[in-house]
């Protein structure tokens, strides 16, 4: 084997292993990403939706309240404004159902939210009713109305939960994964320059005995 070749065979490795340990980097900066988009995929748009609609759902709830107040008007509108904002959130929250049993705690939602409106569609029909001893109390907010506020708050509130739970639990596989990935790539660059130099050391022997031999003679 002629001296240029023994040459090339040593760049060749010494890039070889260069380009396994740049290919085991970037295998597990993709292992991460992965888990990184997952928390933002799966658990946090339903955290961002479990929000607004308590947010939502609190300003419905106020509006019933201004219609106790004697401004009926004022807390209609309230209500129609948060209810559209409400199924807006609802509908992203159902899209982005991605754990055990986020599915069965939305439908819950959407099942007593539906049952909250029909209360709500009740009130405003006695408000406008002609006999003033059919129309609504304090009493029938706080027998009919106000606990199904409080069992659909509730279930946001536990989605909200269920979310961030998960979330964490997410973000500690990932945090795992990035101190696997540090730790490997270490051990894999430090046996590649084990490996190089090895190889170098017995390529310059290879190389150099035939001079050494030469100086000798």
Same mark, same amino acid.
């Given at each position: 084997? @002629?001296?240029? !070749?023994?040459?090339?065979?040593?760049?060749?490795?010494?890039?070889?292993?260069?380009?396994?340990?740049?290919? /085991?980097?970037?295998? %597990?900066?993709?292992?991460?990403?992965?888990?990184?988009?997952? #928390?933002?995929?799966?658990?946090? &748009?339903? #955290?961002?939706?479990?929000? %607004?609609?308590?947010?939502?759902?609190?300003?419905?709830?106020?509006?019933?309240?201004?219609?106790?107040?004697?401004?009926?008007?004022?807390?209609?509108?309230? =209500?129609?404004?948060?209810?559209?904002? =409400?199924?807006?959130?609802?509908? &992203?929250?159902?899209?982005?159902?991605?754990?055990?049993?986020?599915?069965?705690?939305?439908?819950?939602?959407?099942?007593?939210?539906?049952?909250?409106?029909?209360? =709500?569609?009740?009130? +405003?029909?006695?408000?406008?009713?002609?006999?003033?001893?059919?129309?609504?109390?304090? +009493?029938?907010?706080?027998?009919? *109305?106000?606990?199904? =506020?409080?069992?659909?708050?509730?279930?946001?509130?536990?989605?909200?939960?269920? %979310?961030? !739970? @998960?979330?964490?639990?997410?973000?500690?596989?990932?945090?795992?994964?990035?101190? &696997?990935?540090? /730790?490997?790539?270490?051990?894999?660059?430090?046996?590649?320059? *084990?490996?190089?130099?090895?190889?170098?050391?017995?390529?310059?022997? &290879?190389?150099?005995?035939?001079?050494?031999?030469?100086?000798?003679?």
């Amino acid at each position: 084997m @002629t001296l240029k !070749k023994k040459i090339l065979i040593g760049y060749g490795v010494a890039f070889a292993l260069m380009g396994l340990v740049v290919a /085991w980097a970037v295998t %597990n900066l993709v292992s991460l990403g992965k888990a990184t988009n997952a #928390i933002l995929s799966e658990n946090y &748009r339903s #955290i961002l939706a479990a929000e %607004n609609m308590v947010d939502a759902l609190e300003r419905q709830d106020s509006g019933i309240l201004i219609m106790f107040l004697g401004a009926g008007e004022k807390g209609i509108d309230q =209500f129609r404004e948060s209810e559209k904002v =409400f199924f807006e959130w609802l509908a &992203r929250a159902k899209d982005n159902t991605t754990i055990q049993g986020e599915t069965e705690l939305v439908q819950s939602i959407e099942t007593d939210y539906s049952k909250y409106r029909q209360q =709500f569609s009740r009130l +405003t029909d006695l408000r406008d009713t002609a006999q003033v001893s059919r129309r609504p109390s304090l +009493t029938t907010y706080q027998e009919s *109305i106000h606990p199904l =506020f409080i069992k659909v708050r509730e279930a946001c509130v536990e989605l909200r939960y269920l %979310n961030e !739970k @998960t979330m964490y639990e997410a973000s500690v596989r990932a945090n795992n994964i990035a101190k &696997r990935a540090m /730790w490997s790539t270490v051990l894999v660059a430090g046996a590649a320059l *084990i490996v190089a130099l090895i190889f170098s050391l017995f390529l310059a022997e &290879r190389i150099v005995r035939p001079i050494r031999r030469l100086l000798e003679a």
